[in-house]
């Protein structure tokens, strides 16, 4: 086996196992832009970083989840990452407790947006 | 009548005048998802925050548009601002001469955005 | 002729040669809601800036494109400036490499929101 | 006892347990500048949010490494958490590995930045 | 009178007043490396926008120290314009209810930025 | 020879290319915290992104002082970069003119923190 395709391979089952098998559609939407972001998407935070052993992937999720709400504009990420979070494991309620914490790093708007985002996930809006 | 309640009460009531009755769906709606982070958002900016004596409501809805278009995403949230700015007293010119100059601060797409959003609150686009 | 005419003619003339003739039509959008940021955009982006013999227009669209992506909340103004990379010169494989490579410095949020305003302007999604 | 001075004090227990002792020569400082500042420190993050039973405090407290490393300019806030972190339970090698997943939602810089902090945090540096 | 050395004129005048006199050691140091930062620092901030009608100058250094704590890195700015504030009208206790609004907007490492920096142009610190 | 060395030998000379072979007293000491960053460091950005074929050295390192320049905080990676770009050939005058351009894309302070650290690269401050 050539080492990059077990590299890719490895990325390629970490984000499915994450984020669920309905993200090859979202790759193959994002390969028909950008074949070499979509390859380096799996490839370095899922095979290189997400993998390691040093966080469990539930941890991960929860880290996440804090960057994306602090970060504020990227909320087409937030959704996927927070049902990531929740198939590894998360809560709802520890999801929601990670947004109420960012409240105090980020302000109320990063908050407010995320909430948003998970009250879609959670499918209590339509 | 307990301490928390007058917290949460008068918070609310500060909502209310600066954002208008309406405001009671929206946090009706945030709390179907994290009733913890409405209860946050009455109690800490405005039951803790806004009602402080230091400057009046104008001037705070003014630096809260201000930083709201320096933070660029929270556009939802600064539509609810620039209605508040209005219903506290700003005037529309002013409203447009606090995101023009945050130009300076922010650069042009902060603005850009800003004026969509003002354009939108104020009737100009359907 | 007045020099302030003269400083937003050769603004404007900027802006069409980069951003298309279409940028009429958003400039007077703009105009309706806030005539005075229209005409600062108009003169100190496009009047005082591009213009100035430093760098040539491709060089200044891809350095746009890097700020935009970097930022991540504009896609409105990173959707014009695509598609005004193209208009002076830039491949779209150029442009796909500048966001490939944003991702070392803003991560990769801000490089796939950048790719999905792209696919956009490059006609690959409807 | 006053309700007031309770959630005053149960957050200077849990800013204590958690930041450690020489936070309250930190807090002197700063209420010397803002006392209400120094109030809201401690009454809203730390007696409001961090008690709250949904996270532990070691989870908080890598949530807060993440949320930190990714806004980039705070590293005196940043070096404080990483002294928390590491007081409430995290290894060096959790926190490591919490900054350098955030290169993938920040950047390499945001990282960067981080471990010269944790660098100073670890006493590898003078 | 060339048009251009009056707006260069106007906005000298307007930061001298606002920033103080010692502002133009400040522009001769920033003017070493790049004069024509130093002269569109002069005339767009300054001469275009400061001195428009629509706010006065005290409610501008308001927004300006609303805009700069939310952004958090750039203390020397804030620093300037602390100080701009009170030469302006402005009071230590507005500038502290300023910051102290921006942890609702931008959280508190932002506001223990601010603070800081605010401390030091008190003459609080040494 | 084993392909990750390859990746690792090439990121290597392509940073030592860019950045002048004193980059790797840096990486020694990044690598004295954290040696798996200063790993990736070298492997993502500079062995899998910079050597690609699609931008040559000189438009990246323009790229990276404007992606630098927005995000603020980062002037010590910005230093580097500055650097960077002189030694794979970008004048002076052309980095400035990046920094000047960025006024219109994240405001004047981003610009004036970059310009500082321009000048102190540039030899003109001590």
Redesign the interface.
Known sequence: MK??ESRYNRGLATMRSILGPGIESGLKE?A???P??AR??VE??FA???P?P??DLK??E???V???T?????Q??LKEHIQGALNVGCTR??I??????????????????A??T??VV?G?KK
Request: charged share 20%.
């Open positions: 080492p990059k994002l028909a832009t950008s070499d972001l380096f998407l370095f935070p290189d970083i997400y390691r040093g966080l941890t991960r929860m880290l996440t804090a960057a994306l602090v970060l504020g504009y990227p087409a990420e309620d520890e929601l407790e990670i947004i109420l914490q960012m409240t105090v790093y980020a302000g109320f708007p990063a908050a407010l947006e909430v948003k998970a009250g959670f209590e």
